[in-house]
T-cell receptor, first 110, second 115 residues
Framework: GQNIDQPTEMTATEGAIVQINCTYQ??????LFWYQQHAGEAPTFLSY????GLEEKGRFSSFLSRSKGYSYLLLKELQMKDSASYLC???????????FGAGTRLFVKA | SAVISQKPSRDICQRGTSLTIQCQVD?????MFWYRQQPGQSLTLIATANQGSEATYESGFVIDKFPISRPNLTFSTLTVSNMSPEDSSIYLC????????????FGPGTRLTVL
């Protein structure tokens, strides 16, 4: 089976840093995605981690530990427009399908 | 990336009817997927649309309820059959491009309301 856990909601202040955690249990792990989804819109790609370690892309960074089944998304210098849902998703080697977690709704306040 | 379009963008349907959703991509893609996103929830994979063969359905989804076509590498349809209010959801197609790793790009979605 497969299981992806992430917090339901988080609140942070504009200009601050927030870390959104994701743990997963799955067989045939291929890689881990983070997607951003604003209300009423389709998800958009943020990052993809295959190997252990930190991937940095501007204000967003993503970390993966395959041995621990753990990832996090780090958002720096938060802006109001970062208020959105952040979806952790696992890519499987079997069938190349991607399974999504329930998402974390992030609220950025002034 | 590429342009992915879905038709219709939204619809309101009566219980017991069927709706076919179209997904068109402006370039050839290897993998196409159909997801459902119910209000306030994350995405649930319905099936993988295979070109030239039957779709591969996830647990809890069956072909009779969600028939899928994929006649070529740029187009797919998903039909929601014999609809009930529980089928009210956003339906999204997504694609993977050759050489783009496993990143998926999503269409804008079809918002379906069943009365």
């Amino acid at each position: 089976g497969q299981n992806i856990d992430q917090p339901t909601e988080m609140t942070a202040t504009e200009g601050a840093i927030v870390q959104i955690n994701c743990t997963y249990q799955t067989s045939g792990f291929n890689g881990l995605f983070w997607y951003q989804q604003h209300a009423g819109e389709a998800p958009t790609f943020l990052s993809y981690n295959v190997l252990d370690g930190l991937e940095e892309k501007g204000r967003f960074s993503s970390f993966l530990s395959r041995s621990k089944g753990y990832s996090y998304l780090l958002l720096k210098e938060l802006q109001m427009k970062d208020s959105a849902s952040y979806l952790c998703a696992v890519s499987h080697t079997g069938g190349f399908k991607t399974i999504f977690g329930a998402g974390t709704r992030l609220f950025v306040k002034a | 990336s590429a342009v992915i379009s879905q038709k219709p963008s939204r619809d309101i349907c009566q219980r017991g009817t069927s709706l076919t959703i179209q997904c068109q991509v402006d370039s050839q893609v290897t993998m196409m997927f159909w997801y459902r996103q119910q209000p306030g929830q994350s995405l649930t994979l319905i099936a993988t649309a295979n070109q030239g063969s039957e779709a591969t359905y996830e647990s809890g989804f069956v072909i009779d309820k969600f028939p899928i076509s994929r006649p070529n590498l740029t187009f797919s349809t998903l039909t929601v059959s014999n609809m009930s209010p529980e089928d009210s959801s956003i339906y999204l197609c997504s694609v993977e491009f050759p050489g783009a790793g496993n990143e998926q790009f999503f269409g804008p979605g079809t918002r379906l309301t069943v009365l």
